[in-house]
């Protein structure tokens, strides 16, 4: 098996080697660099439009808000936050004071992607490209699962005189096996950045391939993420319920595999609602979704044995759907970080306060779903999670949504390197 | 959950019946009406003695009384025999524990056994096996060592096996002997001298697939032995992973290990079965396809919905028997991967369905950037 190339036309096999590729895509470092900033947000924001219009794209998960990212608006306010507030330090030198100042593209950005979100590609390669870096980027699975829609519509996007095939010049979408050693380390040694995106065992082979020294690496993941129900927020007259749809949106998109996705989610005693209670709606909201895709079988199994785990168990209780490996909402006074079993199994964990949760985070938390209703409480629990490692602490319902800075990086500002010029 | 003590009566003899019975002549909706009406009071009696099982059961399934198939009936993860004390006897019941081999550091399943379900294990491996290797005793050459067979009340997977098919032996020769390493070395000599007395008559062989391959058929190839025993079978278990890890197929296994044999490659006979339901095994017919007995049914479960397959369709292997009393091992859904080859019309003539193992469940490549332990897992 060698190596297939995922274009707006589908995928196909092109070659044993990437050097056809990365000589392609070096070729064409010079002409990125010479597009002006503002017309590549222009094409960027076309195609934001086109995503949500476009049959092939309209209905792929995650997609409303990757076109909302992608507007000119968020680009533009992601540029500033990352450039030092100037995005047009990427178009060339501006003076700092005597002196100058400049944003340079790496050079090529060779990207691993994980298999659990299909729009994730997009995360890395609009920055990379905004920062003029040309692009190669390996998926996780060969089903290219809407990457090739995705190329397809950015192809056809229009702006300013540029045109989305034009910039796509700048990208080469791979998969090979992810056994093909050979591949990886010339994927590796081509790269003047290495973003990488995927679980612990990816992470561990990608990042001790041999590099060249320049190189920079960019990891997310692996992470786990939490969800937080304060006192107050059970108590209050708006009650759980639209909490508790939030988290459940949280859990459903991307099917909990993103490392942002809810696994444990904490809920202070209080007067209101039992932990049962709670379960139950829980479960209310799961049932409603709409039915999963599909699941392999070794989640499948991984959803059962949670499911007996906690039947078993006299101190636990679970609530499961009737239809299969659907949803599964687990219930104890275990506090701990319970064991990522993804795809819509929620683990309820009941504590006295959440300050009982601060001694489990560490920076392999990502995110927490935080619910305090208490804006004091709020700041005080972020604070603390936050010295603690985690990056993130954001309300109910947009814990996938990606935004800068993201797993503690501005990812644009580490795929520029800044020079000076002091004349 | 109260059973009625008649019930039970009742289902005991029908279980009696169903081990002494012909094993493979019941037509599958026969055999599955039947199974279900007596795992109804089983499962609800197993219930009642183990407290566990009966809020797996209360919380995850329907009520007995409207299991309507085998596929009804909730089955237990086998991996939870690893997790819990899963008995519905008290201890002074138990005449002896199984434990299963124990691979990268996990706990061993513990399987407490009573009389009744020792009795009925035996009895219905016996019946099985006759159906296959007809039931006179013969030599029986067991490729393993003696150490593996512990006396005692407790006993491995491998122990339990031996001891299972030594039912149908004359006298006993164990192949190899155990290292101080704990690892295993053919007795060459021994083998020598029982092919040399035997291997001319009908004889019984046994052992783990991984430890007959690894130890057994590998090590001859290397030394250039070949033996001569044409009326010999070998009944072999487990350890394919292992096996499928080397990329060894099992019509390589079988091709290379008759040649050594020197017998006939269908005489190759594997088995599938595990010490979470012993005694219940799922024997390969002429046409290489596994059936289940009389007592026992196997479910082939899609991924996701958990609904049965159809006929040429994989999925999860469910195995269901009507054995075991002391313990929850009536419905157990495994970490294997199989195929159901047919219902009620194998060519070889067995009735029900029959399947086909195809790999065990492995950790798929890529759950995303989300797949990870959680910290406390990591540090405690």
């Known amino acids: 098996m060698s190596v297939a190339r995922i274009t707006a036309e589908g995928s196909q096999q092109v070659d044993q080697t990437l050097a056809p590729i990365v000589e392609a895509l070096n070729r064409q470092r010079s002409r990125l660099s010479q597009i002006p900033v503002r017309k590549l947000l222009g094409l960027l924001d076309d195609f934001a439009g086109r995503l949500l219009r476009d049959e092939r794209t309209r209905t792929l998960e995650g997609i409303a808000f990757l076109s909302a990212w992608l507007r000119r608006s968020n680009l533009q306010k992601l540029l500033e936050l990352n450039l030092n507030g100037n995005p047009a330090y990427l178009d060339g030198f501006l003076p700092e004071g005597r002196n100058y100042l400049a944003a340079k593209p790496h050079g090529l950005v060779a990207m691993w992607m994980a298999g659990n979100v299909a729009t994730l590609p997009m995360f890395s390669l609009v920055p990379a490209l905004l920062a003029k870096n040309v692009c190669l980027v390996k998926l996780a699975y060969p089903d290219p699962a809407g990457m090739d829609r995705l190329l397809a519509v950015l192809a056809e996007s229009q702006a300013d005189e540029l045109a989305g095939a034009d910039l796509l010049e700048a990208v080469a979408v791979v998969w090979f096996d992810y056994t093909r050693r050979d591949l990886n380390e010339a994927m590796s040694l081509a790269a003047d950045a290495k973003v990488i995106w995927g679980g612990g065992a990816a992470i561990k082979a990608i990042t001790s391939l041999p590099r060249r020294e320049h190189c920079v690496e960019i990891v997310f993941g692996p992470k786990y993420s939490i969800g937080l129900i304060g006192r107050k927020q059970s108590e209050s007259s708006d009650g759980l319920d639209s909490v508790i749809a939030a988290f459940v949106r949280d859990v459903a998109i991307f099917d909990q595999r993103a490392c942002s996705a809810p696994q444990t989610i904490f809920i202070e005693r209080n007067g209101r609602y039992s932990l049962g209670e709670v379960g139950e709606m829980f479960a209310r909201h799961l049932a409603a979704l709409p039915g999963k895709p599909g699941l392999d079988a070794y989640t499948t199994m991984q959803i059962l044995n949670a499911r007996a785990q906690w039947a078993l168990d006299q101190s636990r209780d679970v609530i499961a759907s009737a239809d299969g490996a659907n949803w599964t909402v687990c219930m104890d006074h275990d506090v701990g970080l319970k064991e990522a079993v993804q795809s819509r199994t929620v683990f309820l964990t009941e504590v006295e306060s959440w300050r009982e949760v601060i001694p489990l985070l560490s920076p392999k938390v990502q995110t927490v779903g935080l619910a305090l209703a208490d804006p004091e409480e709020t700041l005080a629990f972020a604070e603390a999670a936050t010295e603690a490692g985690v990056a993130r602490c954001v309300r109910p319902g947009i814990m996938n949504n990606f935004e800068s800075p993201w797993d503690g990086k501005l990812v644009l500002s580490q795929l520029v390197r800044w020079v000076t010029l002091k004349p | ?380």
């Open chain 2, 1 to 380: 959950m109260p059973a009625d003590e008649t019930d039970v009566r009742g289902v005991d003899r029908q279980i009696e019946e169903l081990i002494r019975g012909p094993q493979y002549a019941m037509m599958q909706a026969d055999k599955d009406a039947r199974l279900v009406s007596i795992l109804r009071v089983l499962c609800r009696d197993v219930a009642r003695r183990c407290a566990p099982y009966g809020r797996f059961l209360q919380r995850l399934g329907k009520e007995p009384d409207a299991w309507q198939t085998v596929a009804d009936v909730p089955p237990l993860p086998v991996a939870m025999f690893k997790r819990f004390e899963l008995a519905a006897v008290p201890p002074e019941k138990v005449v002896r524990q199984l434990r299963s081999s124990s691979t990268t550091g996990q706990e061993p399943s513990r399987i407490a056994i009573d009389k009744t379900t020792a009795f009925r294990q035996g009895r219905a491996l016996v019946s099985v096996l006759k159906q296959h290797i007809g039931g006179r005793r013969r030599p029986f050459l067991v490729l393993d060592a003696a150490e593996s067979v512990a006396a005692g009340d407790s006993l491995s997977a491998r122990g339990a096996a031996v001891r299972g098919v030594e039912n149908f032996a004359s006298h006993t020769t164990f192949a190899m002997r155990m290292l101080a390493s704990g690892d295993l070395e053919p007795d060459w000599e021994r083998v020598e001298v029982f092919f040399a007395q035997h291997g001319d008559k009908p004889v019984l062989l046994f052992g783990f697939t991984f430890i007959v391959w690894s130890r057994f058929v590998l090590e001859a190839e290397r030394r250039g032995l070949q033996f001569r025993a044409p009326r010999a079978v070998l009944l072999h278990s487990g350890g394919w992973k292992k096996l499928q890890a080397q990329a060894v197929s099992k019509e390589e296994f079988t091709r290379r290990t008759a040649a050594v044999l020197g017998c006939e490659p269908q005489k190759i006979l594997d088995f599938y079965g595990m010490v979470e339901q012993a005694g219940t095994v799922f024997v390969d017919c002429e046409a290489g396809n596994k059936h289940a007995p009389a007592f026992a049914d196997v479910v082939i479960r899609r991924p996701y919905t958990l609904l049965p397959v159809e006929v040429g369709e994989m999925g999860i292997i469910e195995v269901a028997s009507v054995l075991p009393t002391s313990y929850p091992g009536q419905a157990l859904i495994t970490d294997d991967q199989g195929t159901l080859v047919g219902v009620d019309d194998c060519p070889c003539g067995r009735k029900g369905s029959c399947f086909r193992f195809t790999h065990r469940i492995e950790r798929v490549e890529v759950r995303g950037c989300g797949d990870t332990f959680a910290q406390s897992r990591e540090i405690r």
